[in-house]
């Protein structure tokens, strides 16, 4: 298996059309902002995070919890993150360490993988 960088992004919300549609018509996405392939998998779930932060962080029913989720979230995917970086430093003969690549790799979706 061959890890590159992905180099194309696709929008995970309108799939790459730009807008989305509404009862009140078509709208430009809020995730690519009506520009598919400029914003990543990683800074579209941050964005999606921050916004659910913002929706519900006036919430005294679920506030708290919504918060406590996001920062466990955002915990996990950086230890993902560093996890995946030690993972790259292994010697390319290492076996374990290219299962874990191509295993993070799946949940956080970085790299196109060439078979």
């Not at 916004?51 to 996001?70: F, K, P």
């Not at 979230?73 to 292994?90: K, N």
């Not at 874990?100 to 790799?105: A, S, T």
Request: net charge negative; charged share 30%.
């Amino acid at each position: 298996m061959n890890f590159e960088k992905r180099t194309e992004k696709k929008c995970l919300t309108c799939h790459d059309s730009g807008e989305l549609v509404t009862e009140f018509g078509p709208t430009a996405c809020p995730d690519c902002a009506g520009e598919p392939g400029a914003v990543g998998s990683w800074e579209q779930a941050e964005r999606r995070i921050r916004d659910i932060e913002q929706r519900y962080n006036d919430d005294v029913d679920t506030g708290a919890d919504v918060r406590w989720l996001a920062f466990e979230l955002r915990r996990s995917r950086g230890a993902l993150l560093r996890i995946l970086t030690l993972c790259q430093d292994a010697q390319a003969e290492d076996a374990l360490a290219a299962q874990v690549r191509h295993l993070v790799n799946d949940a956080m979706n970085l790299y196109r993988v060439d078979d």
